[in-house]
């Protein structure tokens, strides 16, 4: 089981950007996949998640700027992200699990390696 996440970089404030998440060897609408985002020396926290009913919530700091979607037919779960400020800069993750508990990050089994973003001013 993987998860591929891609599609950081670097952008300036008030861009955009769209993180991939691939999986293989895990149907992604089987399971409830989210994003988190970690800076270094801080906690990492939640940004959105979408359940396998396909509902989806989001973290307050992101809402109205970021959309966590899923693709079923290329396994892929996405994060696009807009208007983005100095304060999203951080390695963002993606993440699976069965748990509907899914604000917490120890409910998730498996994780992808992290893609960076990197948002100047």
């Known amino acids: 089981v993987q998860l591929q996440a891609s599609g950081g970089g670097l952008v300036q404030v008030g861009g955009s950007l769209r993180l991939s998440c691939a999986a293989s060897g895990r149907t992604v609408s089987r399971y409830n996949m989210a994003w988190f985002r970690q800076v270094p020396g801080k906690e990492r926290e939640f940004v959105a998640a979408i359940r396998m009913s396909g509902s989806i919530s989001y973290a307050d700091s992101v809402k109205g700027r970021f959309t966590i979607s899923r693709d079923n037919a290329k396994n892929t779960v996405y994060l696009q992200t807009t208007s983005l400020r100095p304060e999203d800069t951080a390695v963002f993750y993606c993440?699976?699990?069965?748990?509907?508990?899914?604000?917490?990050?120890?409910?998730?089994?498996?994780w992808g390696q992290g893609t960076l973003v990197t948002v100047s001013s």
């Open positions: 993440a699976s699990t069965k748990s509907v508990a899914i604000y917490q990050d120890a409910n998730y089994d498996v």
